[in-house]
């Protein structure tokens, strides 16, 4: 069966500047196959919803390590719906406690990967998962 | 003859192959490349260089700048602190100055490290989560009060507003009393290092070099005791770097400022002193001690022979090392307790001056007060009990030692020249090949260590089969106290002089349009309680913002 590559945008909101993982992370897709655009660091939560729209991603990635993780997705989340994307997949990655995954999870964010995730289970996961 | 799997553990093998030999041992190579035999004798040394016989205190400073190093003054504990705001930051500096802490090290939120006031938008839940909020002058004055400056150095881990915090510093110990001749601290203020790892660049590349060198030229006249930059190693081997190369960019950074200092005019013994580095501790234990003793080495050198300083001091590599971050691991924090020793054991046979270490829960949460007394008792038991103090370079004319330090300076060497084919450091930076070349080795490493090919304690090997909830202690983020820091900015803003404000950062604005020094006006400004923000918004008008170029990672597989 041929698909058509999964396009991946990931970004970096915020002004954390930890981008060790998202590069790694864009390194493992892009061989996974799949087509990825980087942000870059500090990116506002409206210039992700452009880019996501802009660049007609099937996956919207967000890296936070410095613990913002929740304000920050939820603005995206909010301008995520407004840029009528709700039927995307959201992912998130970084240092992010128990008791917030769930949080994340309920506000549309159906890939939680804490700190310590290894780049195949986000492979797979974006694989499953993209419809 | 018997091939056994080949070692691999972390801070060693990069890309070793199991391959026949007459021994039954497998090949073992370390990060930097080099390959380790299981036996060295002089004859190692003397094929690999030569035996340095130099004592330390003396030029090339292999074995240490001072002569009895720790027998006259173990070194400076210094724990990266700080989070909320200045009152709560104070409590927890002299928590640690109680529990035997010789100096201070300060975290500041990301909004100030970033150059945004507390009630920007970009500073939104931000505002004191990973270190200390500071908008004006008034915050140093609550966070250093009643800690004496001359007893307690303080070192500033500030980049992107570092000219600003500088100016702040001296500007609070000034108005206490310090005579600033006199006045010994330091600030990180290596900006180059923050567009490879680390991310908190303001401006373009070139006007983040001229304020690195705008801050050297004003210390050398001002506060000639002040270390105004600390060249950072430690984070770009965070972000991936062999230990080599860690130390190889850091050299070619510190020199660029240099060669930025020195076109202003300023003769090479003036700052070279000043001058110090930062550098990592995980991996390897002989991998890192020979790295610290071959850069020493070679940083004489250069500063000594190459750009022809006369003082001996001025070839001196001053350094904090410690940290080791990266090293450590979300899975089975307790052990992190034990890698923390072991870093602290590094940095002490490499002769670090300054020594701070990252606490075991780290990785997920601001230290506790608990989590950072066990990194320093941790370090005062190697003075303690361990014999870490009692003789110098301890582990000098170990013909591994040796022989490792003589191959290590090879090695830093050869990754300069590297960078000098690439058009220097500051172009190289600019055009994002660092980073993207640092960038790759992490995800080599991330590879080998999903694949087991990297052996990491707890994470691919000697797992927990079932996994435990960790003993962790989250800090809580502090809405309240975020909304407290807004309140205190507006008052601040509102009983300031604001003429007075407006006018000091008019002459800030025109001192960088002519390309002038603009530290005079940035201590005028600070004086005035210009906050952080303005006094960066000042700037960006002149100088714009930096643009990273993620080019190199919007790519099509």
Redesign the interface.
Known sequence: MSER?IKVLLAKP???????GA??V???L?????????????Q?PEAIAKAAKATNADVVGLSIL???H???CR?VRDLLLDHGLHDKLWIVGG?I??NDRMVLRQLGYRGVF???S???EIVTFIRENVK | MTITPTRQSEGGPRQSKPRASTESVSRVVNESGIEIKPLYTAQDVLATGSLDTSSPGEPPFTRGIHPLMYRHRPWTMRQYTGFANAADTNQRFKYLIANGQTGLNVAFDLATQCGYDSDAPEAMGEVGRVGMAVDTLRDFEIAFDGIDLDAITVSLTINGAAAILIAMYLAMAEKRGYDLARLRGTAQNDILKEFIGRGTWVFPVDPSVKLVADTIEYCAQVAPKYSPVSVCGYHIRESGAMPAEEMAYAFCIAKAYADTALARGLDIDDFAGRLSFNFNVFGNLFEQVAKFRAGRRLWAKIILEQYGAKQPASGWMRMIAGGGGFGLTIEQPENNIMRGAYYALIAALGGAQTMALCCYDEAYTIPTPKAQRISLRTMQLLIEEMGLTDTVDPLGGSYYVETLTNQMEQKIVEVMQWVDTRGGIVKAVADGIIQKRVSEYAYQRQRALETGALRKVGVNCYTESEEENPNVELHPYDELGAMEQIDSLRRVKAERDNDGVEQALSALRADAAAGRNVMPALMQAVKSYASVGEMTKALVEVYGRFKEPTQLWRMVA
């Open positions: 590559k915020g002004l954390d500047g930890h981008d060790v590069k790694v864009v390194q493992a892009l061989d996974a196959g799949f087509e990825v655009t980087y942000t870059g660091l500090r506002t410095s613990g913002t929740l304000p920050l603005r240092n406690p128990e804490p700190t310590g290894r780049t195949e």
